[in-house]
């Protein structure tokens, strides 16, 4: 049987998704250190990143070590590991999968992911694939979302920032899209990032509307959820955010009052520390949701009820 991989949000039907949503309110008290288990006793989870990462790789392991289970991690898989030597990520996967039961990647490559799981006998989770997608994230934004604005359907989304490499936003389309009667605000601050023509069709091919704005300021004031990005500098190098698409204090009176921003951090100039203190500003609450979204998708991948 084809363990539960995670590549893409795609591979989750809507009940599996609702489990992971409904599995993180139960465990947010464990992610908020007030109650601690051992469901995942005796499970071990190998975490493999071949890019770096903070939030993503200690959520993940941070989610396994509270449901009481192990951790094995290597975060400089693309010097360190096999690989270098030639060996094939099907082979590596065979290998690790014999010492895990639950594999975490990151990888420049979505490929390399895709060839990891097909050489593995356990779910895999992709952690970040290039700048194609990161379903993880996407779960926790949903997550974020829902938990602050009780429903998602309807609501007026604008994605900012770099929507051409972003793989948060291009997987948060895919996910979000799901639902029902969703508008897309797209602020790119060039032409050269704007979003893919790919996702512009997925969101009209699942029934929403979007519209390219390119005023920040302009477009904020019709936003319910502003999902911020920073520039993927290392997918094309260095640009500076232009000051008319920085979340500055200033910028912040053209949200609405009720409205939220969430972002998967790290954030560059794009959004400044003044900001942090306005309740609408959920990215650092986003850290612990991250937490117990990932405790729920682990206990998915591993199928313990
Ligand atoms: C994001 C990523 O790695 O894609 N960060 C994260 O996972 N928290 C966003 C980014 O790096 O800009």
Known sequence: MRPRHLISTDDLSNEDVQYILQQAAQLLPMARKEVVTDMLGGAIMASLFFEPSTRTRFSFTSAMMRLGGQVISDSSMATTSSVTKGETYQDTARMVSTFADAIVVRHPELKAIEELAE??????INAGAGADTHPTQALLDLFTIIWEKESIDGLTIGLVGDLKYSRVLHSQ?????????????????????????????????????????????????????????RFQKERFGKEKVAKNFCLDA???KHVKEDAIVIAPLPRCDEMPPEIDDDPRCKYFDQVQYGVAVRMGILKWALGVE
């Open 119 to 124: 050489g593995s006998s356990v779910p895999v």
């Open 173 to 229: 389309i895919r996910l979000f899209s799901r639902y029902s009667n969703l508008k897309f605000l797209l602020v790119a601050p060039s032409k050269k990032l704007a979003l893919p023509k790919e996702y512009e069709e997925l969101i009209t091919e699942r029934g929403h509307a979007f519209k390219v704005v390119d005023s920040l300021e302009e477009a904020l004031p019709e936003m319910d959820v502003v999902s911020m990005t």
């Open 250 to 252: 200033k910028m912040m």
